[in-house]
């Protein structure tokens, strides 16, 4: 499973991006994925996550604001983030697993920053 993420950038607080994360691979080894982010000095947190049914769910920071979904192929993951704050501030990570696995994200894309000013 390759995974490559884009869409990143600058923007200023209270506007929106688009990030998208283009996977290849065996997709049953990518039918759960998720946006993790990850800011300087701080842990990494799983934002959105996307499950091989299509129920998602949010992290409490984000509810509301961001909305992850996939297209027809399963190939394209987007994570559509609206009202950015400066918070939001992070290198943002596209991650797939297997949903029968109780293991973690065994893929991961390089990431992509995306940065919001006040």
């Known amino acids: 499973v390759q995974l490559v993420e884009s869409g990143g950038g600058s923007v200023q607080a209270g506007g929106s991006l688009r990030l998208s994360c283009a996977a290849s691979?065996?997709?049953?080894?990518?039918?759960?994925m998720a946006w993790f982010r990850q800011a300087p000095q701080k842990e990494r947190e799983q934002v959105a996550t996307?499950?091989?049914?299509?129920?998602?769910a949010y992290a409490d920071s984000v509810k509301g604001r961001f909305t992850i979904s996939r297209d027809n192929t399963g190939n394209t993951l987007y994570l559509q983030m609206n009202n950015l704050k400066p918070e939001d501030t992070a290198m943002y990570y596209c991650?797939?697993?297997?949903?029968?696995?109780?293991?973690?994200?065994?893929?991961w894309g390089q990431g992509t920053q995306v940065t919001v000013s006040s």
């Open positions: 991650a797939a697993k297997a949903c029968f696995s109780r293991a973690g994200y065994s893929y």
């Open positions: 691979g065996e997709t049953y080894n990518r039918n759960c």
């Open positions: 996307i499950f091989k049914d299509d129920d998602t």
